[in-house]
């Protein structure tokens, strides 16, 4: 099993609409949880990071379920400029290094 | 944004050649990354060096050599490269301490191997 899985889609959804990514993890001593944000041929950005309580940051929602080992990423009303990859990062029990998953392409038309 | 740098950007050698990509981060960070980024697979961690010093090499090929001469200069040494070698080079760094997981990451050199 992958140690950060992610489906890597494309997501294609119109504007306005809501998409929500899973991404599993295999440790389950894991400790933190990042979703970055990648555009097309550049670098990755921190989005959010994602708490045991869930957090939220305007249009956008992070999750963890650790009983299933999955964090989500919830997208509400989609703008264009929301299409980008979404990369999961998991800190493994060590704590000293991330581990990325594959990303998840979300594509948002007209 | 100027907080990570790397040069080239984009670089096409033959397996014969040696060439070093070089990275620089202008945070005050003492922690700094060489990731691999290939289609369809996830960011490799390379190398990892904190406070100058080599901390993780997680069984890079030697045709990678790092080089960290201080804590904002990152330099990737490639020599007798294979086509498969191919990918984005990303540098990241970070401020250990605060945790290391807000890591900021570089655009990335574009590296073809003929």
Known sequence: RKEVEQDPGPFNVPEGATVAFNCTYSNS?????FWYRQDCRKEPKLLMSVYSSGNEDGRFTAQLNRASQYISLLIRDSKLSDSATYLCAVIQSSGDK??????TRLAVRP | ET???QTPRHLVMGMTNKKSLKCEQHLGHNAMYWYKQSAKKPLELMFVYNFKEQTENNSVPSRFSPECPNS???????????PED???????SSQEGRGQWEQFFGPGTRLTVL
Do not use: K
């Open chain 1, 29 to 33: 001593a894991s400790q933190s949880f």
């Open chain 1, 98 to 103: 991330l581990t990325f998953g594959t990303g």
């Open chain 2, 3 to 5: 907080g990570v740098t």
């Open chain 2, 72 to 82: 904002s200069h990152l330099f990737l040494h490639l020599h007798t490269l294979q």
């Open chain 2, 86 to 92: 191919s990918a984005l080079y990303l540098c990241a």
